[in-house]
C-alpha cells in the first residue's frame, strides 16, 4: 500500500484562493469512482491563517506504479487543471505501508 500525500499553496486573495481550493477538492473527491486504482483519497482544506499550505491530500493506492496510473489519469489531469494558475508551490510525500 502506498500513501500519496501532496499539498498546495496557492496565490490569490483569501477568497479566490478559497474558491480554487473547493473547487480542486471537489474534483479530487469524485476519483475513487473514475479511477479504479485509486482505493481512498482525502481531502483537507486549511483553516489555520497561521498556516502557510492552502490544501493537503492523502491518496492511498496498492503500489508506486499505481501512483503513475492515478496521476495520468484523464480524471485526474482535469482536476489538477483547475490549480492552473492559481499554484504557487507543490510538496510530495509519497510512502510505502
Known amino acids: ?10 496565490t490569490g486573495t483569501d477568497a479566490e484562493r478559497q474558491a ?3 473547487a ?3 474534483a479530487l473527491v469524485a476519483l475513487p469512482a473514475q479511477i ?6 482525502e481531502v483537507g482544506l486549511n483553516r ?4 502557510d499550505w492552502d490544501i493537503v491530500l492523502t491518496a492511498t493506492v496498492d503500489s508506486m506504479a ?7 489519469h484523464p480524471a485526474h489531469v482535469a482536476a489538477a487543471a483547475l490549480l492552473a ?4 508551490s507543490r ?6 505501508m
Not at 500500500?1 to 496557492?10: A, G, N, P, R, T
Not at 489555520?48 to 498556516?51: D, F, I, Q, S
Not at 510538496?91 to 510505502?96: I, L, P, S, T, W
Open 1 to 10: 500500500m502506498v500513501k500519496h500525500i501532496v499539498m498546495f499553496k496557492l
Open 20 to 22: 480554487v481550493a473547493e
Open 24 to 26: 480542486f477538492r471537489d
Open 36 to 41: 479504479p486504482v485509486l482505493k481512498a483519497i
Open 48 to 51: 489555520n491563517p497561521a498556516e
Open 66 to 72: 499505481d501512483v503513475d496510473v492515478y496521476a495520468r
Open 85 to 88: 494558475g492559481h499554484r504557487e
Open 91 to 96: 510538496a510530495c510525500v509519497d510512502y510505502e
